[in-house]
């Protein structure tokens, strides 16, 4: 079946834009992931949402970023008024969310460049 | 804080070796530690994981060791094949896994 999607694939805007990147997750699989990996680093946790309830924003950077998510579809991740430090690697994973220690499937991610 | 410390950076075996990556953490409460395999271009995939009630576990060429007295733990990849040439990142998670803390990441190189 059909993995994480995400896109765009490369996104590159110019300082103090915004910018949306946007995830489909495995279906069925509730919970979802946004991690961020910056070149040569490691992969950052933003923000998870489990079905209906409030996400876990607590690796947020910032009040620039925020992210939607739709039942248990599509999320969007949103960066406003983009800053030349958030170029990065941005990567959502899904998970069945249903039980613990479920496996985090990621996506190919989206590379951004901030100008 | 880096709550998860991974190394060598980078590391380079000759086809059949053994290649060896460690990770050491800090957090006592993280209670598991999957490994993930990451090749250019692509999303990292679970390659395999560890919960600390067990010292090791392994899966075909892969080992992980666990050492929960010294907060460590390692992947063995024996036989070390070109094919395994990708980034390796340790992480961490407690109380069910949702939240991951990944290492800095290895870089392997398998020469023929």
């Known amino acids: 079946g059909a993995g994480v999607s995400q896109s765009p694939s490369n996104k590159v805007t110019e300082k103090g834009k915004d910018v949306e990147l946007r995830c489909d997750p495995i279906?069925?699989?509730?919970?979802l992931y946004w991690y961020r990996q910056r070149l040569g680093q490691g992969l950052e946790f933003l923000i998870y949402?489990?079905?209906?309830?409030?996400?876990?924003k607590s690796g947020l950077p910032s009040d620039r970023f925020s992210a939607e998510r739709t039942g248990e579809s599509v999320s969007t991740l949103t960066i406003q008024r983009t800053q030349q430090e958030d170029s990065a690697v941005y990567l959502c994973?899904?998970?069945?969310?249903?039980?613990?220690?479920?496996?985090?499937?990621f996506g190919p991610g989206t590379r951004l460049t901030v100008l | 804080q880096q709550q998860v410390k991974q190394s060598p950076q980078s590391l380079i075996v000759q086809k059949g070796g053994i290649s060896i990556i460690n990770c050491a953490y800090e957090?006592?409460?993280?209670?598991?530690f999957p490994w993930y395999q990451q090749f250019p271009g692509k999303g990292p995939a679970l390659l395999i994981a560890?919960?600390?009630?067990?010292s090791e576990k392994k899966e075909g060429r892969f080992t992980i060791s666990f050492n929960k007295s010294a907060k460590q733990f390692s992947l063995h990849i024996m036989d070390s094949q070109p094919g395994d040439s990708a980034t390796y990142f340790c992480?961490?998670?407690?109380?069910?896994?949702?939240?991951?803390?990944f290492g800095t990441g290895t870089q392997l190189k398998v020469e023929l």
């Open positions: 992480a961490a998670s407690k109380g069910g896994g949702n939240k991951l803390t």
């Open positions: 949402f489990q079905g209906n309830s409030a996400p876990d």
């Open positions: 994973a899904s998970s069945l969310g249903l039980r613990t220690y479920n496996e985090q499937f």
């Open positions: 560890i919960r600390p009630d067990v």
């Open positions: 957090n006592t409460a993280f209670d598991y």
């Open positions: 279906s069925g699989h509730t919970a």
